[in-house]
């Protein structure tokens, strides 16, 4: 039964892997034996993850909003690192705004990382030139924040609701290809993302947070375990499922 959850000699390109649920899922991945594909725009940490990775890796250093790129420097990277079996989409920014502040433009930004980067990848992903053609799975992640309402969060619910529904149209889409496609709604984990929101809020916001999660705030490794799971054979009749990784948030 453990071995359903072997990863070992599949590759995954995992987007965001500099920094919080994208690094801890690349550790997590690369320590379970897989061969990952680190993508990140910060060269930087992105090096200092592929460094702390214990397995093979390579790095790609990319700006998803440049979505006319996005193709062809993945397809440049498979061919000496190896087809793939699927991707983690975990680059991501938060928009926090009131409503009486939100700007087009910056909803724009969120949608065209958090959202419509998805949709390219899982679209050059699925290509026969990149895909292995078996044990596919693609990973996208929303956030309960696409599930239940917040205030001053219009921009950020927008990118993450549609994922939940973009992730079951593409498991419709992909399931004669082999291709398995879920998301995970986490809550909130303290990342540098977090911080960002965090450094925006009142005094009592942390105390509010706490409320919101009945088990305490969770650790990047958690979210990091229910991807390694959506990725895996362990979820294998999963297609189109949103799994809530949130420490009993949305179960109140
Ligand atoms: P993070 O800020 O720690 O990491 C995000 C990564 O995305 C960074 O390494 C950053 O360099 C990279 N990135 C930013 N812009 C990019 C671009 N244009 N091209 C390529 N890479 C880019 O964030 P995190 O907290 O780990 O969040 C990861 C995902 O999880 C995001 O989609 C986020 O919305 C989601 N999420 C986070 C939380 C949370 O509480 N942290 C909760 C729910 C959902």
């Known amino acids: 039964m453990t071995d ?45 993850v592929r460094e702390e990775c214990k397995g093979e890796g390579d790095t790609l250093i990319i700006d998803l909003m440049k979505t006319e790129t996005i193709k062809q420097a993945i397809k440049d990277k498979v061919s000496s690192f ?58 996208l992640i929303s956030s309960v924040y696409g599930l239940v309402g917040s205030a001053a969060n219009v921009g950020y619910a927008m990118s993450k609701g549609a994922i939940v529904a973009i992730t079951k149209s593409l498991a419709m889409e992909l399931v004669n290809n082999s291709i398995r496609v879920n998301c995970v709604a986490p809550g909130f984990i303290k990342t ?23 088990m305490g705030l969770g650790r990047t490794e958690d979210v ?12 294998s009749w999963m297609t189109g499922a949103v799994l809530n990784v949130d420490g009993g948030f949305t179960a109140q």
Request: charged content about 20%; some cysteine.
């Open 224 to 235: 990091a375990k229910g991807i390694l799971f959506l990725l895996s054979d362990m979820s």
């Open 82 to 139: 190896g087809k793939l079996h699927g991707f983690v989409h975990c680059a991501g920014i938060p928009y926090i705004a009131p409503l009486k502040v939100v700007s087009a433009e910056k909803v724009e930004k969120v949608y065209k990382l958090n959202t419509y980067a998805a949709i390219e990848l899982a679209k050059v992903c699925s290509n026969k030139q990149i895909y292995t053609g078996e044990h596919g799975s693609f990973v």
């Open 4 to 48: 359903l959850l072997q990863v070992k000699n599949r590759r995954y390109l995992v987007t965001g892997a500099a920094s919080g649920i994208g690094r801890a899922t690349a550790l997590l991945l690369s320590d379970l034996g897989a061969k990952v594909l680190l993508a990140d725009i910060n060269a930087e940490k992105l090096e200092e």
């Open 192 to 214: 540098p993302m977090a911080d960002k929101v965090d450094g925006m809020m009142d005094s009592e916001y942390d105390v509010r947070l706490n409320l919101l999660h009945p």
